[in-house]
């Protein structure tokens, strides 16, 4: 366990507002997705050829066509298994097209022939004729080294202007620092760039190491992390320090990035294998990974703005009704803005029907509503009850500052409280607030007058996070459905 001292040191640093990011804050694409994308090209690239090929030689008949169809999505399906299983979707071989373009050409011949063994087997091969294959295997190989060539100039490209990349924050500024900054320069691995060097201690009277500046110390590191653009932390302490490695380990859970811890010494002296997919070509060991990143940051995306529009449309009479409620029933406005921290502990304000009396001199401690609590109105006592003061936050959802899914975001005196008082307890802004969450449909929603409660809402968020997935998201939402038709403790 960390000392109280850098518990209050990161609970200071994690709970300071971070301002809206402009365009220091806007992340490029993933090097995550560049594999999946390569794949869509490559399946396009042969689809396409394929086709041509049948257009240019083949005269249409709807009884045979089926038959083509199904030939060009064999081969196509063959060979994009074959090259991934060939590694020709990890990012050197992206990278060199030209040098790694005989695998290509095995997998797609490969894929031919057994294309081939299968018509004959079926005894339809009279079907295709063989100026046909031939057009499509030479078409298909040319087209995807050209693809591939023009791709890899792209990625460059988009690397040189910061569309594509990795920026890395190294921690630790002794021999270990200085080896890893040094292998970074002499191998220059693809789309990675060193962002920032800081020591694990402060102060420090190193300024700089290998070229790079030393920005400040681990308070600054984290301040520095949370309002930036950083993908990894690389931890580069020797590993002879376990107590300081482990609690520095335990700070960093907390932030929204990878972590890794970089090889001692002697790493330097062996081969190792490389172990992260993004900067293949580092020594490090991951420990820590971004949740919720690559395809699965699109998917929940997706996911967030189609099913919020489907909602409001469905349910934008109710909303209006409740609207008309709220304002007759007592004077004030008909929406309740409150500052929440919400993902990596950026400040916004999250909306809800006003359940409460409206008071124009906001209370300076927020109180959280208990039962028989006075502060409700009529209105507000069936709202809270049936959870329809949330449904504003679907205009949150929209805004992009909350999901339909994930932790409740507290308000900010509550976060300051509970992050000196709960170990981890920032973790949970890992990933974008939610509407309704794992915590929530587990029973753990509405008033915490316990440590232990706030504790296991906690324990819930941060599973939830590391292992998000759309069947998990949907899982969810169906339960809440149930919790709040049968829930017992929203006052």
């Known amino acids: 366990m960390a000392d109280g001292s850098r518990q209050d040191e990161v609970a200071e640093a994690a709970v300071r507002p971070v301002p809206a990011a402009g365009s220091r804050g806007a992340r490029g694409l993933s090097v995550n997705t560049l594999p999946g994308l390569a794949v869509i090209f490559d399946a396009a690239a042969i689809m396409v050829s394929g086709s041509l090929c049948y257009f240019g030689l083949i005269d249409y008949h709807p009884v045979t066509l089926e038959y083509f169809v199904f030939g060009i999505a064999f081969v196509t399906f063959a060979t994009v298994v074959l090259l ?8 050197d071989a992206l990278m060199r097209p030209v040098s790694r373009s005989d695998y290509l050409i095995v997998a797609v011949v490969t894929a031919f022939l057994l294309f081939l063994t299968m018509v004959v087997s079926l005894k339809v091969q009279d079907i295709y004729p063989l100026e046909w294959l031939i057009a499509f295997v030479s078409s298909a190989i040319v087209t995807l080294i050209l693809i591939r060539m023009v791709g890899a100039r792209v990625l460059k490209w988009l690397g040189r202007v910061g569309l594509v990349g990795r920026r890395l924050v ?11 900054l040094r292998r970074i320069t002499t191998i220059r691995p693809y789309f990675t760039q ?103 940051f699109l998917l929940k995306t997706l996911e967030d703005y189609v099913l919020t529009a489907l909602i409001l449309i469905l349910l934008s009479p109710m909303l209006i009704l409740v609207a008309l409620a709220i304002k007759l029933d007592s004077p004030g406005p008909i929406l309740f803005r409150q500052n ?7 400040e916004f304000q999250i909306y809800k029907f006003r359940s409460m009396y409206h008071k124009e001199i906001p209370e300076s401690v927020t109180q959280q509503a208990t039962k028989g609590d006075p502060r409700v109105t009529r209105i507000g006592r069936l709202i809270r009850r049936t959870s329809i003061d949330e449904l504003p936050q679907l205009l949150n959802v929209l805004e992009g500052t909350m999901s339909l899914v994930g932790p409740r975001p507290h308000a900010v005196d509550h976060n300051e409280d509970y992050g000196r008082r709960i170990r981890g307890y920032f973790a949970r802004h890992k990933v974008k607030p939610g509407i309704t969450g794992w915590a929530q449909v587990n029973g753990l929603r509405g008033e915490t007058d316990h440590l232990d409660k706030m504790e296991a809402r906690v324990q819930h968020d941060v599973f939830y996070a590391e292992n998000w997935s759309l069947l998990f998201d949907l899982r969810i939402l169906a339960q809440t459905l149930f ?3 049968f829930q017992k403790n929203a006052y």
């Not at 991934?84 to 990012?91: K, P, Q, T, V």
């Open 170 to 180: 190294v921690l630790g500024t002794g021999r270990q620092a200085e080896q890893f």
């Open 194 to 296: 060193v962002a920032g060097l800081f020591a694990s201690t402060s102060p420090t009277d190193l300024t700089e190491v290998e070229g790079h500046r030393v920005l400040g110390g681990f308070k600054d590191m984290l301040c520095y992390v949370r309002e930036e653009r950083v993908d990894d932390v690389v931890i580069a302490l020797p590993w002879s320090e376990e107590q300081l490695v482990g609690d520095t380990l335990e700070e960093l859970r907390e932030l929204p990035i990878n972590v890794a811890i970089s090889t001692d010494l002697v790493g330097y002296r062996l081969a190792f294998r490389p172990v992260m997919g993004a900067a293949s070509q580092l020594p490090v060991f991951e420990v820590v990974q971004r949740p919720i990143s690559g395809w699965s």
């Open 483 to 485: 919790v709040v038709l």
């Open 340 to 346: 929440r921290l919400g993902f990596n502990n950026k």
């Open 84 to 91: 991934s299983r060939a590694d020709m979707y990890e990012i």
